[in-house]
């Protein structure tokens, strides 16, 4: 480093340093890369169009827009929807038409962290993408779907870019120490064991990877040119893993979460259950989830999931964290192996649905109070047959449901667990109901 105060180099970050300059050097995304595939074909032809890049971070979703650019012989103007507004918005855009005017030049404009952009600073950018002013590259870890305007996702296309393999992860790290050792003169070499540590905490995040070796290089003592997993392990402090609480990631674990439970695998239940608390989500959130699937998709099959369930959320709430979490690990297992129906979720949600479409269906007068003298007047109650005082303690043939659904069956259990025993019952029940009507 110069040691003139006037031309003394800027301090630049390794996975700055590294970040590629062409597709050849580009690791990853090759279900979007590879020779062939749509995208490359488009950044071969130096023609690109209007993108979404979805992703989680570190995976070369800015890189990348910079090497469309490169190959399209596109001014790059890049703004952060974190730090800018419309001000922002309409400055970029200036320099754009400025290109355009003055040089003939397209504009791609990069915008990261389009989706925190609110409804209307989306919209701004929306005449400059229609008339070819800008080529829009918006870069983005949420969901579309949910975070952009159905206007600026109708002009662009989304391209799904995953976390970089254990394999790229590697690669990267093995093919920076040069680079590394340049700017601190030294000969460094990282052993086995701590690459595949590295490669691990970065979780997919190339730049990770790349500042936790920056600063683990620094701490490899000046006697010794290997950097091995005892000094990587004092950086690893923090938690690594992708989680973002009420996220894109959120989601798609609770998903996954609830689907293995449906799915009766109590492994991969237990492992989506860990990943969340280990990422922080509030224990007592996924206690609430757990109550839902015991309802949902156990039911009458099992009603003690219900109730092991409820336990584990208060013991939850009663320990706290960490030792009230075991709870819950005890409830998903359980969850998991339980006989399984959705009988009752589908019943209820056949009643709501004649609810909400029938016109409000009176109730029987033979079901009516008649508290006063009036109701009784009017033969509220009138008839009534009192279970109790029937064979059986059952009114056989009695009308509960409003004269407009007399015949309608919602509930039909499985035969599955608990819920063969009620459908015997309720065969039966239903026989003494149909041989008391053909009686009358």
């Known amino acids: 480093m110069s040691t003139d105060l006037f031309t003394q180099e800027v301090y630049q970050p390794l996975a700055s340093k590294r970040r590629p300059q062409s597709l050849s050097d580009f690791l990853g995304q090759q279900h979007i890369l590879s020779q062939g595939k749509p995208l490359r074909e488009t950044i071969n032809s130096g023609l690109p169009h209007s993108m979404i890049l979805w992703g989680p971070p570190g995976v070369g979703k800015t890189t990348l827009a910079k090497i469309i650019a490169q190959a399209a012989d596109a001014h790059f103007e890049s703004i952060s929807a ?16 400025q290109q355009r005017d003055a040089h003939g030049r397209k504009t791609l404009l990069f915008v990261d962290e389009v989706h925190r952009f609110n409804k209307s600073q989306q919209d701004a950018f929306l005449p400059y993408v229609e008339d070819g002013t800008v080529i829009f590259i918006g870069a983005t870890t949420e969901n579309p779907s949910f975070e952009l305007n159905n206007a600026l996702l109708s002009r662009c296309r989304i391209y799904v870019l995953k976390g970089l393999t254990l394999d790229d992860i590697k690669n990267i790290v093995t093919h920076s120490l040069p680079e590394l050792n340049a700017n601190n003169n030294s000969t460094l070499t990282i052993e086995e064991k701590a690459l595949e540590l590295l490669a691990n905490a970065a979780d997919g995040d190339a730049r990770r990877a790349l500042n936790l070796l920056e600063i683990a290089a620094d701490l490899v003592p000046d006697d010794s040119s290997v950097l091995n997993s005892d000094i990587l392990q004092q950086v690893l402090v923090g938690d690594n893993r992708r989680f973002d609480n009420k996220g894109e990631y959120f989601y798609d674990q609770i998903s996954a979460l609830h689907k293995s439970i449906r799915g009766s695998d109590p492994d991969a239940s237990l492992y989506w259950l860990c990943r969340m608390l280990d990422g922080g989500c509030d224990p007592l959130y996924i206690a609430r989830r757990l109550v839902r699937i015991a309802s949902e998709d156990i039911g009458n099959a099992d009603p003690r999931a219900l109730e092991i369930t409820l336990n584990a959320w208060n013991a939850d709430e009663r320990r706290g964290s960490p030792e009230g979490e075991l709870s819950l690990a005890q409830a998903v297992v359980y969850l998991a192996i339980a006989a399984k129906s959705n009988a009752v979720y589908t019943a209820y949600k056949a009643v709501m649905a004649d609810i909400r479409s029938m016109p409000s269906c009176e109730v029987p007068i033979h079901l009516r109070n008649a508290p006063t003298k009036l109701m009784k007047q009017l033969d509220y109650g009138k008839d009534y047959r009192y279970a109790h005082n029937e064979e059986g303690g059952n009114a056989a043939a009695e009308r509960y449901l409003p004269e407009e659904l007399k015949d309608k069956q919602y509930y039909f259990p499985t ?26």
């Open 82 to 97: 974190v730090l800018s507004g419309v001000k922002e918005i309409r400055a970029a855009i200036s320099i754009a038409q």
């Open 415 to 440: 035969d599955r667990g608990l819920e063969v025993k009620i459908a015997e019952k309720l065969t039966y029940l239903r026989s003494l109901d149909k041989k008391m009507k053909s009686e009358k």
